[in-house]
């Protein structure tokens, strides 16, 4: 009666999928309400339909089609959001699903093969024995297998039970023979996030600005105004819950950290659905993005370098404010992706994802999902460009595992300050700086391997280059350079703090002005300009030094030698 659709005749031949990634067939009829072009990436296959789309969260294809008097039609084709029971078809065998209107019956199928939703074998006349609505008895053949496999699954749920139950008792003896207090359980193991949380109904999705192995972030309107809005699938509910629960600490308000909105659920489409995070949209984009397209005079470069310093020593502090306890913080993925630019030019930093409560000095914080279930959650690190060599070579301090974790964010911290001040004109004797790389981009390429970062910065430590020009302009000529050396250094214990980092930058940026160290900090205020600068009026926010056009760069003994002379010379212009 229905044969096969024969879609595989529409769909280029030429169209192969990568390892480990389901291509599936697109189809999204004209009448459909919502998308899931966001569970995959279009191919680009030309104008001809049905198009191919390459999965993102899942190997799982899905079809589904209308069945009206014996005519069926293809609604939507496309990936599925996660692995789902019956995704291991080799093929579609669509099941009766709906009746959206009399004398019509949606049927959908999953499988788990290359294209696998182009075409389905067969669907039942609607009415007969296994659509819905239909009557009579429903046994199908191969009944008794069905439940041999379903006692078999219950024989294995019992044994995982069984095993974890044993689990448990172990560890919680193993806590007290190490003398360890017993963790409390979980508050919110058993909270339902779809029961909880509440759909938006003006919350706007637009477009989406970055994908992440967890999450999508989409630009999107609340009410008229723009946000970020990261966009969980339900598999990573964990990691909303995680990355939520540091959102909503107590007293976590900065201008230089991602300000959040609300927390809620729904998605681009009726399709697409799961727990979302609303935060503060910042349109100039990334660190990265922003110093891939410009550069940034010596003020505006100290504002970014300065405003990223005093979000990381505020995520690190422990305080108490206006009654409120914040616990300390380490950040656990700092990189150029994770900064963004605010509108002023100064820095926020966004991406809680992995951040850690870091153990109390006036109280132990209360329980969040964050808080490490052991020595492998405290090594977890984010980005491997970087990461510390401490987490490179497995070395964490693991006793005071809050400071270690604080000082391999120092770590990162100063390889994102390399990265802004080399797109400084000012640092460039020819007020041309490169064009913008990461950190060790130059040295290891784009896709650095753990074992190369681990060759490069544990074993021969070296670090990103520092031209000799970045002397010639400070007031202080090697403040940057030991700015950044002990920020970097290779012992963590000689590292800066984040707020002796802001006292150094701010330094720099205000050096006529006086400035009190704090005490862990090893270096005070930098000297004041040198004498040959002092008839030159400079800007508030500038290191004096004469004009540009007056200041050339000395090459007897190459730029700023180590003699005790003046870091520029004057001449007639």
């Not at 990936?79 to 065998?93: K, M, N, V, Y």
């Not at 209107?101 to 049927?107: D, R, Y």
């Not at 950044?484 to 701010?506: F, G, H, I, K, N």
């Amino acid at each position: 009666m229905l044969g096969s659709l024969g879609l595989w005749a529409l769909l280029p031949t030429a169209v192969e999928a990568p390892p480990n990634r389901r291509t599936c067939v697109f189809f999204e009829a004209p009448g459909v309400r919502g998308s899931t072009k966001t569970l995959g990436e279009l191919l680009d296959t030309g104008t001809e339909l049905p198009r191919a789309i390459r999965c993102l969260y899942s190997r799982c294809c899905f079809g589904i089609w209308n069945l009206t008097q014996d005519r069926a039609q293809v609604e939507m084709q496309g990936c599925r959001d996660s692995d789902e029971p019956g995704c291991e078809s080799l093929h579609c065998d669509p099941s009766p699903r709906a009746h959206p209107s009399p004398g019509s019956t949606l049927f959908t199928c999953s499988c788990g093969t290359d294209f696998c939703n182009a075409n389905y074998s067969h669907l039942p006349p609607p009415g007969s024995p296994g659509t819905p609505g239909s009557q009579g008895p429903q046994a199908a053949p191969g009944e008794s297998i069905w439940m041999a496999l379903v006692l078999l699954g219950l024989f294995l749920l019992l044994l995982l039970l069984l095993g974890s139950i044993i689990l448990a008792l172990l560890q919680r003896k193993n806590y007290r023979v190490r003398g360890e207090p017993v963790p409390e359980p979980r508050p919110d193991s058993g909270r339902d996030w779809s029961v909880e949380l509440q759909e938006l109904p003006e919350l706007c999705f637009s477009q989406v600005i970055r994908e992440g192995g967890h999450a999508v972030v989409w630009a999107g309107q609340l009410q008229g105004k723009l946000v970020a809005i990261k966009a969980f699938p339900p598999r990573s509910v964990a990691q909303f819950q995680a990355e939520r629960a540091l959102y909503e600490l107590p007293g976590l308000q900065h201008d230089h950290i991602v300000r959040f909105i609300t927390a809620s659920r729904g998605g681009p489409g009726p399709l697409v659905s799961g727990p979302l995070l609303v935060l503060e949209l910042h349109p100039k984009g990334s660190l990265c993005h922003y110093l891939t397209q410009h550069t940034s005079d010596w003020g505006s470069s100290l504002r970014m370098a300065l405003s990223l310093a005093q979000g990381l020593a505020f995520l690190h502090e422990e305080r108490w404010q206006n009654g409120q306890y914040k616990p300390g913080i380490a950040h656990r993925d700092l990189s150029s992706q994770n900064v963004l630019i605010r509108e002023d030019g100064s820095c926020a930093i966004g991406d809680l994802g992995l951040a850690l409560v870091l153990p109390g000095l006036t109280q132990p914080p209360a329980w969040t999902p964050t808080q490490p279930q052991g020595p492998a959650a405290i090594m977890e690190a984010g980005t491997q460009r970087y990461m510390a060599p401490e987490l490179l070579d497995k070395t964490l301090d693991l006793q005071d595992w809050g400071m270690a974790l604080r000082r391999a964010d120092i770590y990162s911290l100063a390889l994102l300050l390399w990265e802004i001040l080399s797109r400084c004109p000012d640092l460039s004797p020819d007020s041309s700086p490169p064009p913008f790389q990461l950190a060790y981009e130059a040295e290891l390429g784009n896709t650095p391997t753990s074992d190369e970062l681990w060759a490069l910065a544990v074993q021969e430590r070296r670090r990103p280059y520092i031209p000799s020009t970045w002397r010639c302009f400070a007031t202080d000529p090697d403040g940057l350079r030991e700015l950044l050396e002990d920020c970097w250094d290779a012992d963590p214990e000689a590292r800066l703090t984040a707020e002796c980092v802001q006292q150094r930058l701010a330094a720099l940026a205000h050096p006529q002005e006086s400035h009190s160290f704090p005490e862990s900090c090893p270096r005070g205020c930098p000297p004041l300009c040198p004498e040959d600068c002092t008839s030159i009026a400079a800007p508030t926010i500038l290191p004096c030094r004469p004009q540009r056009s007056a200041c050339h760069f000395s090459v007897q003994q190459g730029p700023c030698s180590r003699n005790p002379q003046p870091a520029c010379t004057l001449s007639p212009v």
